[in-house]
């Protein structure tokens, strides 16, 4: 494969190029993760043709750009080992939260939220890096706490370093991303043994929370949500409440999958075209899948996901230390609750929250971010590799 | 690792339940739910409108056009979409014949998608309202029937409804011929409402040409003078027919009261009344020219055929009495029919008998239709003769115990006036560009002769000692027939309801023109001779140059 050159870092020389083979990559998930890339390209392409007047190529030139510079980034990723993340925990979380603040501060408003920085040809969405960066530190903090073993002290501070970055989002307000970076904090905790009898406390406190966040705390005249937030929360329990407001996106979306039935509608896909469908190349654009490919495109999706999570929750036994298992966790749990979030949310099952589709979505932040993600899942696989070549063992992953 | 492996496997259950529920419900929605989705797709994107075929043109015999349709356009709202509901109808107001008032009464219901604006304005209108670029608002196509005469003719021509279906007079009656077929379009709109593709699904069509045998010219004459004579004695209504005796070509209906034909709807039935044809009436004395007729062709008189006349003359149990109260006299045929002799036109009849009489009644078109080709013409009511009562001889050869249409009597009239030859009469020349010809044969009814005898007898009434001295037209020879009948009224006659009526033609010798001028219930005077023969004189003073009738 690739010729062997000398990588220098810092105080040490390691010969990386050897160690570096593109053997050692999960092809499957790559194929997963390629094909949901050229499908979105696919689709924004029939898409979006009409999006901008005289830029039929708009939306698919940026995503494409998007997707090349987040493979660069990949690669990137996936040829550092995972594992020196875990000293620079501290920087890497303070980065997180510096950056969330900046967001706060500076950010580009858009529909009363500031999600955004402004910069030269891009829109960053910090609360997007923020789950990664906040998935490496938070790992390297539980392993930490680990050593204390399982007590209540340690599972409350890992708790509130997961929900300290939550709370800053969900303050922009994003609140989509706040449950998102909510369940990886969940899930690293759930990995990392904490007692069962500790959830259920966890359990309770989130239903004290959300009963007083919805139902308490209006009742008594004190917004925790936002009017916006808290019908979009409940609308999809009950969509025909008003067609014209809060359930109209559900309701359009719904239509324009079931109206795309087994095999889809191809170009007479008229939900996308006429635009009753909103944010059809962002939030929306499995509706657009549904109608244009019908079922058939739908469950095509969903498998490439369901590939996409397999392989990253097969990494969780596989890894060379727990670090690399806890980090595949909450990154399998991020694109997993994503994917079910966006995806129910298109077919009316979950509310609208505004979280995209990993890969699927346009957006250059959410594009970069998973597969940078991707990126560390794939050195988690060839740290593992690496590891078992060097220890001689039969090498489970090979097969 | 064992506790991993343990929740490792509780995740992937989680992802399994999650990915399933992901697949079950988009199998419910495409599969299960996948048809009643696409229509509900298809529901809020797509509306079929007809699009109107636009109706063919009506013109009279010159080629002056009577009815044509035009483009025009018709302004809907999708009322939730109306952001402010005020403002916009006082905008809207502003460019559209219809009142804010009106218009905010169409937006009111909120809730609505849709609502009609204003109906079938013009396309610089529609221009203006979609400058205004009122989301919610749009305009389309539509076509419009304009009546370039206005009230012209407007009870035989007829109208339309908002659909440009027929509604009243020919318009109706020739729906098949002069309407077009609506085609129908689907618009596509988006989700802001604006129509963004239109998709024809069938084409509308184009009616015919419809051509009348009407000259707008003599139209406009006769209902002028038949409204003048409406007015001045406060009739019920009045109506004239103008024809060319020698083809029976009809070159005027007219009827009054008239109506807007664009407001079909706030006219009353008697308004929409072609009563050239739908009305029907006891002739009266302008019925003794056929009783006359009769006698002569029988050989039973001639003009010169003198008769013993009494005050009265006594048929079964009825008494007929004289207009006007006269000693007894001796008169001739052609006096008795100048001075309207009643009792002459009974002893005529008489020496004709009822079986004979009952023949040429009927030799003459009473009774059944003329054929003109106007809808729901009436038949008049004719006694078959083995219902003539004792007294039944004693009316009918002066024109009372029957009813005719007013195109009855000018057809019949026609036979007198042309030598003796009884044609249906023509109203429409062309239909769908095909000629519909004329009644070129006809029916001889009477002898050259006795048509000519008729004539000139007919001349005397309109000279002095007639019933109708004052008629005059400078230059021509008239001649025609007053009538003044008393209308009928439970079982017999009113004292105060009268018709008057006058058939004429001109020139006397070789008539080109024939009028018949019916007035219903005129107040203040009621013969013939003063309230309708001057209408005639009105309608032939102008039409017999403007058709280029030599005095003869």
């Avoid at chain 1, 053997?23 to 499908?39: E, N, P, Q, T, W």
């Avoid at chain 2, 400058?131 to 012209?152: K, M, V």
Wanted: proline share 5%.
């Amino acid at each position: 494969m690739e010729a062997a050159r000398p990588l220098t870092l810092p105080g040490r020389r390691i010969a990386v190029g050897t160690r570096f083979n593109l053997a050692y990559f999960d092809g499957v998930m790559m194929a997963a993760a390629l094909g949901l890339i050229a499908f979105s390209i696919f689709t924004l392409a029939a898409a979006t043709a009409d999006d901008i007047p005289g830029s039929p190529l708009y939306f698919v030139l940026r995503q494409g750009i998007y997707a090349l510079i987040g493979l660069v980034l990949m690669f990137a990723v996936a040829r550092v080992d995972y594992s020196r993340f875990r000293e620079l925990r501290v920087g890497i979380y303070s980065i997180m939260i510096a950056s969330i603040c900046l967001v706060l501060v500076f950010g580009a408003a858009a529909r009363g939220s500031r999600r955004w920085i402004e910069l030269p040809y891009f829109r960053f969405q910090p609360s997007e890096l923020a789950k990664l960066l906040l998935i490496v530190a938070l790992a390297a903090f539980v392993i930490e706490h680990r050593r204390r073993g399982g007590d209540w002290r340690s599972t409350v501070r890992i708790l509130a370093i997961g929900l300290a970055p939550a709370a800053l989002v969900f303050l922009q307000p994003d609140l989509g991303t706040a449950l998102v970076i909510g369940v990886i904090t969940l899930a690293i905790l759930f990995l990392s043994g904490v007692p069962w009898k500790h959830f259920a406390a966890i359990g309770g406190a989130v239903a004290a929370i959300a009963a007083i966040a919805l139902v308490l705390a209006p009742a008594a005249g004190v917004p925790i949500l936002k009017d916006y937030q808290q019908e979009r929360l409940t609308s999809f329990l009950n969509p025909s409440d008003d067609p014209t407001d809060s359930s109209y996106q559900l309701r359009q979306s719904q239509i324009a999958i079931g109206a795309g039935e087994k095999s889809g509608r191809g170009d007479q896909a008229s939900q996308t075209e006429l635009n009753f469908l909103p944010e059809h190349h962002t939030d929306f654009i499995f509706a657009v899948i549904g109608e244009r490919y019908g079922f058939l495109g739908a469950a095509f999706v969903l498998s490439l996901y369901a590939l996409l999570v397999w392989r990253a929750l097969r990494l969780l036994t596989f890894s060379k230390n727990l670090y690399g298992t806890l980090i595949a966790g909450g990154i399998a749990a991020m694109l997993m609750f994503q994917v079910f979030l966006n995806v129910g949310m298109n077919l009316g099952i979950m509310p609208v929250t505004g979280i995209t589709l990993p890969l699927m979505s346009y957006g250059g932040s959410s594009v970069l971010v998973t597969l940078m993600a991707i990126g560390l899942l794939q050195s988690i696989h060839i740290q593992a590799q690496l590891a078992s070549r060097d220890s001689r063992a039969p090498n489970p992953l090979l097969r | 690792m064992q506790l991993i492996d343990r929740r490792l496997g509780l995740i992937f259950c989680g992802f399994l339940l999650l990915f399933s529920v992901a697949l079950a419900r988009a199998a419910w929605l495409q599969g299960v739910r996948g048809g009643e989705l696409r229509a509900d797709a298809r529901t809020q994107q797509v509306t079929t409108i007809p699009v109107p075929g636009e109706r063919g043109r009506v013109l009279d015999r010159t080629g002056t056009v009577l009815a044509v349709s035009e483009d025009a356009a018709t302004v809907i709202a999708t009322p939730y979409q109306v952001k402010n509901p005020k403002q916009t109808a006082q905008r809207l107001a502003e460019v559209l014949p219809v009142s804010r008032g009106e218009i905010e009464d169409a937006l009111s219901d909120r809730d609505s998608g849709f609502a009609y604006v204003a109906k079938k304005v013009s396309v610089d209108e529609a221009d203006a309202v979609d400058e205004l670029q009122i989301h919610g608002i749009s305009t389309l196509p539509d076509s419009r029937r304009i009546y370039p005469q206005g009230e012209l003719a407007a009870q035989v021509i007829g109208s339309v409804n908002d659909e440009n279906e027929g509604l009243t007079g020919l318009e109706q009656a020739l729906d098949d011929t002069v309407g077009g077929e609506n085609g129908e379009q689907e618009v596509v709109h988006d989700a802001r409402g604006e129509p963004i593709r239109f998709d024809t699904l069938t084409e509308a069509t184009t009616g015919e040409d419809l051509r009348l045998t009407i000259d707008a010219a003599i139209q406009a004459r006769a209902e002028e003078a038949i409204a003048a004579a409406g007015e001045a004695y406060s009739a019920a209504g009045a109506s004239a027919v103008v024809m060319d005796p020698d083809t029976g070509d009809v070159l005027a209906m007219a009827n009054w009261p008239g109506f807007d034909p664009y407001d079909p709807g706030d006219a009353s039935d008697e308004q929409l009344l072609n009563r050239t044809t739908g009305f029907t009436y006891e002739p009266g004395s302008t019925f003794k020219a056929f009783t006359v007729a009769a006698a002569m062709e029988e050989g039973l008189v001639s003009p010169e055929t003198s008769f013993y006349l009494p005050p009265t003359i006594k048929v079964a149990d009825r008494v007929i009495e004289e207009a006007h109260a006269r000693p007894t006299i001796h008169a001739t045929v052609a006096e008795i029919l100048a001075q309207s002799s009643n009792v002459g036109a009974v002893k005529i009849g008489t020496e004709v008998g009822a079986e004979r009489f009952d023949e040429w009644v009927r030799r003459f078109g009473f009774g059944e239709p003329t054929g003109v080709g106007f809808p729901g013409e009436e038949q008049g009511i004719l006694l078959d003769v083995d219902d003539y009562s004792g007294s039944t001889m004693g009316n009918m050869p002066l024109g009372q115990g029957l009813s005719v249409t007013p195109m009855q009597m000018a057809t019949a009239y026609a036979a007198i006036a042309n030598g003796g030859i009884l044609r249906n009469p023509r109203l429409i020349s062309q239909a769908a560009g095909e000629a519909r010809p004329r009644d070129t044969e006809g029916t001889r009814v009477l002898s050259p002769a006795t048509a000519s005898q008729l004539r000139s007898m007919l001349e005397g009434v309109v000279a002095a000692g007639g019933t109708a001295p004052e008629v005059e037209v400078p230059g021509y020879e008239l001649a025609g027939k007053t009538g003044t009948a008393e209308k009928a009224v439970d079982g017999g006659y009113s004292e105060t309801d009268y018709v008057a009526s006058f058939v004429g033609f001109a020139p006397a010798r070789d008539p080109e023109l024939l009028v018949a001028v019916i007035v219903d219930e005129p107040m203040y005077e009621h013969s013939g001779g003063v309230v309708a023969a001057p209408v005639f004189g009105d309608i032939a003073e102008f039409a017999l140059p403007y058709l280029g009738i030599s005095p003869g």
